[in-house]
């Protein structure tokens, strides 16, 4: 029985996003990945990797004429979180076969078997999970309690009503601030328990570890290798914040996390090791292939200013520069 999932990144999350859906095929053999892509490249190189698990949707193909006019106020990312409800509409819709969609993000790393997920999620028609924020990052939950890295909606009245309503939601307003109880497409969550009664909200420990939240858990490893969190398998964690670099190199996570607690290195060590395998897969179909790799000088500017700049400035450049 197929498993189906449905991720977007452009040429600049390629690298990511192969690493995530190999590990995710890795841990649940039966997945089948449609992938909005972003732009051409990445699509060119989707299709000749020819995946059976794999299905391009180019972006074109699910742009509607009130997408594009949304399109013409957002930055990328906005668009992105625009989109996020619009391809798993678009999936069930030209796919009446599929009973049941988790769109995942691209920057994710699966490290076990995902069956626990799906078997707590059960019969339920919705499934989000919580950031989990650790106690001196509490106050970010004004942004959203919930993080749109994992959710799952099944062909159902609930499941369908919600996810309706949220894709019309990010339509009409999909910005990076937080305004009038709405920010970006994550915060529409928040009311998703309340709403739907049989909106699953994920407890598995080993799900959605991030940078949000590992410093709180403690983390080992069995004698087979396999990483534990809180003493169960991590299935699987977000990225957030990871660089690669055009040197060869990798930036994990600014010193906000990591001066307060070093980041898991057996997690991030995979997660690099996956990065470089997919690199090679890629540049075997696309030679000097170098989307997503970032210069180390501007990264570090990048991470002074996460570090430096007070939170009211980068709030005011994030309505200037909409990146």
Request: glycine letters at 6%; hydrophobic letters at 40%.
């Amino acid at each position: 029985m197929t498993t189906y999932f449905c991720t977007l990144f452009d040429s600049g999350y390629l690298i990511k996003g192969m690493a995530m859906m190999e590990s995710l095929v890795q841990w649940c053999p039966d997945a089948h990945v449609f992938v909005l892509c972003m732009d051409q490249k990445a699509q060119e190189i989707l299709t000749a990797f020819d995946r059976s698990y794999i299905t391009c949707i180019p972006l074109a193909d699910l742009e509607t004429p009130e997408l594009l006019e949304a399109k013409k106020s957002r930055g990328v990312a906005e668009y992105c979180w625009t989109l996020s409800p619009c391809l798993p509409t678009f999936v069930l819709q030209h796919h009446p076969e599929i009973d049941f969609i988790t769109y995942l993000d691209s920057d994710l790393l699966f490290y076990s078997p995902i069956r626990p997920i799906l078997d707590e999620i059960g019969d339920s028609s919705i499934a989000i999970i919580e950031h989990r924020f650790v106690p001196r990052l509490q106050d970010r939950e004004v942004n959203g309690r919930f993080c749109v890295e994992w959710v799952s909606f099944r062909r159902d009245e609930e499941g369908m009503r919600c996810l309706a309503r949220w894709r019309e939601q990010c339509i009409e307003w999909c910005y990076y601030r937080l305004e009038d109880g709405k920010m970006g497409d994550q915060k529409y969550l928040d009311e998703w328990p309340v709403l739907y009664p049989t909106c699953h909200i994920i407890a598995h420990p080993g799900a959605g570890i991030a940078p949000w939240n590992y410093e709180k858990l403690h983390f080992a490893e069995d004698t087979s290798g396999q990483i534990l969190v809180e003493g169960v398998p991590l299935i699987f964690y977000h990225f957030h914040q990871f660089q690669l670099l055009a040197d060869g190199g990798f930036d994990r996570l600014s010193s906000f996390y990591t001066s307060v607690c070093r980041e898991p290195e057996a997690v991030y060590a995979a997660y690099e090791t996956a990065l470089m395998r997919a690199l090679s897969e890629i540049r075997m179909i696309s030679p000097g292939f170098s989307g997503g790799l970032r210069e180390a000088a501007a990264v570090a500017r990048r991470r002074w200013a996460q570090r430096y700049v007070p939170f009211a400035v980068k709030r005011v450049l994030h309505r200037l520069l909409r990146y």
